[in-house]
């Protein structure tokens, strides 16, 4: 039992894919906390959980994933295929659909504010409990853009070289 444990760690290591994958989810949440001072003059520890904002890691994870596989199992593979599909879909609703969704999670929390403020009763809902909805769901066209060629760089050299 032991050995099938350690055969099966071991292979998740040495798949180039994944740990591509993975390196280029875990760099643009990383990174996302120095840009945010680079741009806010604020240091924001949460920003390596949020979703949203520059860069994009939806679309590292998937570009480094698809490139690697292209590597790995060449791009003539139904594999490889698959990832590009499943890349294109990924890159379309971070910088779409979710990004839309935040939008209207700004209006919804305003008119939230407005109703309350002018002493409108509203059971039932979040407002009056203070909750507001999350804003930032998805990303602008250059977060996805920049994101995308993160995982590009990665899923070329954990490609080549893992």
Known sequence: MKTDM??????????????AAFTAILLAQISKVPIEYAMNHRWDLHKVIDAG??????AAGVSALTISLAYVVGPDSPVFATAVVFTAIVLYDAGGIRRHAGEHAVLLNRLAVELMESDISMEGSSANEGERLKEILGHEPQEVLVGAIIGVIIGAVFGKWW
């Open 6 to 19: 350690y055969h099966f760690i071991l292979g998740l290591w040495q798949n180039a894919p994944l740990m």
């Open 53 to 58: 904002g520059m860069p994009s890691s939806h």
